[in-house]
């Protein structure tokens, strides 16, 4: 009776293994995760690095008249400025986003999933990275700013990254997919 369970499916009780239907399919999807979240990192921090040498102190540039410029920023706290005395409470929150993300990637058979997850993870890292090595110091950095559209907040490209990858997230959600592939109809 064990072997005849074990053919069709139905573990033994004891028996670790999933019913091939509840396996995921495909593949895990880390290294897409790995590339994107690297990708937005790296242009995140070149674009930083380009900034501070070239626009810092400077006056800003115009893109598209006034609609949008490029002017450089220092921000202690989160979106359009808020929060700027809980620079570390923002620190400890990219920081469990990293750490999420990281678990997560473990069961992520989903590109999609990956994508959205790679961009948060390379905003996350981006802007981690200021508020622990840019100044006034270590947890307390300010992070670099530099897209200014008009009448909006002054943004970066690991602003960006994290935004474009929450929409993602809703958007799978809805349409009930799951990041270790599976699909909901509800």
Known sequence: MAEAERI?????????????SAAPKGHRRI???L?????????????KMLVVAKLEHQPPI??????????AVRNPGAAFGFGEAFTIIFTGIAAAVIVVIVRLARKL???????ALGLLLGGALGNL??????????FRGAVVDFIAPAHFA???IADSAIVCGGILIVLLSFK??????????D
Request: aromatic share 8%; glycine share 10%.
């Open 8 to 20: 069709i499916g139905t573990p033994e009780v004891g028996d670790d293994a999933q019913p091939e």
């Open 31 to 33: 290294a897409a995760l």
């Open 35 to 47: 590339v994107v979240a690297v990708l937005a990192y790296l242009l995140d921090l070149g674009t």
């Open 62 to 71: 115009e893109i598209i008249g006034d609609l949008l410029k490029f002017e």
């Open 109 to 115: 058979y989903s590109l999609p999933w990956a994508i």
């Open 129 to 138: 990275t200021d508020r622990i090595f840019r100044s006034p110091g270590v």
């Open 154 to 156: 002054v943004f970066n």
């Open 176 to 185: 009930g997919l799951d990041p270790d592939g599976t699909v909901h109809k």
